[in-house]
């Protein structure tokens, strides 16, 4: 029988497994705690419990793990980049950046990615498997581990798409914001998507206060289909009645996101139609400059062009940033770092 992996259990299952192997609730709460709050690795190290309770437990269980393979830390700024070897022999990254507001924690939430994006090197091996919710978790530790020092913010915009990988992606958002765990408010989580519309009304109707980015990266429906897949199911329309919903069920500003691709999505009618899509939603606009890729023979606009468009939605009355550029000599873009080493090994 295959072992139950304790970490992938949110707190009420945790709870009600003692339960069912007839040992007393608060254990429950122990472990998670053992697990969420203090990282512990090793059911041996639990020394609350009694020698027979730690036997019981690790012949029916194990805590799932994952070791980091290399870290790359940016010359430029103190990003630093992880590449993560899982238990079954795949690999992923995370990004940790240091913002004003504290260190933030992007992790990836599968092993590569079935959406296709064509400027996206995270999609190019297609999409492996879903990671489970311990293999989110324990980014955020070997992280906190690793640095020393708590994360404050966590943003799913690694490898994946979130909404793809829904059932483990709420079970990971329940464990990391337990207040027997690592505590983390929702407010400071961001969950990015290239606009599953049917999974955003169910995140809108779980009612958590997470921000939702929704990556558009083009106005206009036929240029979204040629760069985007997922856009040949989905309508902007449909996505932008979708974002409305989720701001009226959870009251947080949505946030659009478009990567800026020269000569692609960068014209005056892309700015206008942006203008006029986005002109009544509740929203924030983060221009990305396009991070290029082999695979895409694209490149980003100057960066006058980049801060024209901006100062042009500005005026228009629409929030706008230029995503800061985070560790750009370490391999930026998604999904860069771990295709690099599968190409390549460690160099
Ligand atoms: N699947 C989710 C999260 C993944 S990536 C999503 O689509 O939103 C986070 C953001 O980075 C997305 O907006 C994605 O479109 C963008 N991105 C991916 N590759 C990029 C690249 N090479 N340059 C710039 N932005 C990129």
């Not at 990004?95 to 507001?101: D, E, I, K, Q």
């Not at 260190?103 to 999409?127: H, N, W």
């Not at 290029?292 to 468009?309: A, D, L």
């Amino acid at each position: 029988m295959r072992k139950v992996q304790f970490n992938n259990l949110t707190y009420d299952e945790l709870v009600d497994f003692f339960d069912s192997i007839g040992e007393e609730k608060y254990r429950g709460q122990q472990l998670f705690a053992f697990l969420h709050k203090n990282n512990g690795k090793s059911i041996e190290n639990l020394s609350t419990f009694s020698k027979g309770l730690r036997d019981k437990l690790s012949n029916i269980g194990e805590i799932n793990k994952i070791t980091i393979l290399k870290r790359f830390d940016s010359k430029i700024d103190e990003t630093k980049k992880y590449l993560f070897l899982l238990e079954d022999g795949n690999i992923i990254e995370s990004v940790a950046m240091r913002y004003a507001h504290g260190l933030t924690a992007c992790i990836s939430t599968q092993v590569g990615c079935r959406m296709g994006c064509r400027f996206c090197a995270s999609t190019k091996g297609g999409l492996i498997r879903n990671l489970y919710p311990s293999e989110m978790v324990n980014q955020i530790y070997s992280i906190e581990e690793n640095l020393n020092e708590k994360i404050k913010n966590i943003v799913l915009m690694g490898s994946g798409e979130p909404l793809d990988n829904y059932e483990n992606v709420l079970r990971f958002l329940d464990i990391i914001h337990h207040k027997w765990g690592h505590n983390i408010s929702f407010r400071n989580i961001t969950l990015s998507t290239c606009g599953i519309v049917p999974r955003i009304y169910d995140l809108a109707d779980e009612g958590l206060p997470i921000t939702l980015s929704l990556s558009l990266h083009s106005p206009f429906d036929g240029l979204r289909k040629e760069i985007m897949p997922i856009a040949k199911r989905y309508s902007i329309n449909d996505i932008i009645e979708a974002c409305k919903y989720y701001y009226n069920k959870t009251k947080r500003r949505i946030t659009i996101e478009y990567t800026l691709i020269e000569g692609t999505n960068d014209r005056d009618e892309d700015l206008k139609e942006l203008v006029k899509i986005v002109g009544d939603l509740n929203c924030h606009v983060n221009l990305i400059p396009l991070n290029p890729i082999e695979e895409y023979n694209k490149n980003r606009p100057s960066s006058k062009s980049i801060e024209k468009f901006s100062s042009a939605l500005a005026k228009k009355g629409i929030p706008v940033t230029i995503r800061r550029e985070m560790g750009s000599d370490i391999n930026a873009a998604c999904g860069q770092l771990r295709r690099r080493f599968i190409d390549n090994g460690l160099k």
